[in-house]
């Protein structure tokens, strides 16, 4: 039986080759594309589980392929990409990405990063939090819609910054390390991680940063963690 079903927009042969291979031999489905409108279109008949994105397409650029398909989709986008500069990750994940693997990458952590998502898709459909919702100050966190608001203004999350939310708020008042949070979110505390894990708390701390008198939510702890801070 397949698990989920993996869009790869890739114009590498040998990479493609790949990652095609090793999600055969891990019994995910897959289709394949080799340009940005192909991967467009792909995305739209197909309607993927996950799809995994090369930026450097021949045609269009990937983050152009990420903001055109967020238009009218959430499905989770992994960007696996040569491109390593943290702005280059900061343009996939504002476009709309949900994580950024960069090349060279090991086969481990590519399945990795797919457990991870489909952890989180199993949890989105989920009826366990149903009529859950988490309040501190003006921030609200309703879990059975999976969306959370600030101040009655919905916030534009993509999927790892609302996990990483959830994981502080489940967690108010307490100091998760580094260490915790990649396990918890990621999958795996591997140190290639913390960038993203900065990138993301970054973005995150940015999204709930309503004006100059805002309350700090997320206290940084240099070299150990983060906090999400109870405020009034």
């Known amino acids: 039986m397949s698990r989920a079903n993996i869009m790869v927009a890739e114009d590498d042969g040998p990479v493609r080759n790949l990652i095609t291979v090793t999600l055969k031999a891990h019994d995910y489905g897959y289709v394949t594309a080799t340009t940005g409108e192909g991967a467009i279109n792909t995305a739209a008949s197909v309607n993927p589980d996950i799809i995994l994105l090369d930026l450097g397409l021949p045609d269009i650029d990937g983050v152009e392929v990420i903001e055109r398909i967020r238009t ?49 898709l199993a949890l989105m459909q989920s009826s366990s939090l149903t009529g859950a919702v988490y309040e501190n100050g003006g921030l609200v966190i309703n879990y059975a819609q999976q969306c959370a608001y600030l101040n009655d203004t919905e916030l534009h999350l993509t999927p790892i910054e609302y996990k990483l939310l959830c994981l502080l708020a489940h967690n108010t008042g307490k100091v998760l390390t580094h260490k915790y949070i990649l396990q918890n979110v990621w999958g795996s505390n591997l140190e290639s991680d913390m960038g993203s894990l900065r ?6 701390r940015k999204k709930l940063n309503s004006g100059q008198n805002s309350p700090q939510y997320i206290q940084t702890h240099v070299g150990i963690g983060y906090r999400m801070q109870k405020v009034d």
């Open 72 to 120: 009218w989709s959430n499905v989770p986008i992994i960007v696996v990409s040569a491109r390593s500069e943290d702005s280059d990750k900061i343009d996939a994940l504002d476009a709309g990405a949900d994580d950024y693997l960069t090349k060279p990458f090991s086969v481990e952590e590519l399945l990795a990063r797919l457990r991870v998502v489909e952890r989180r």
């Open 199 to 204: 990138v993301f708390m970054a973005m995150l």
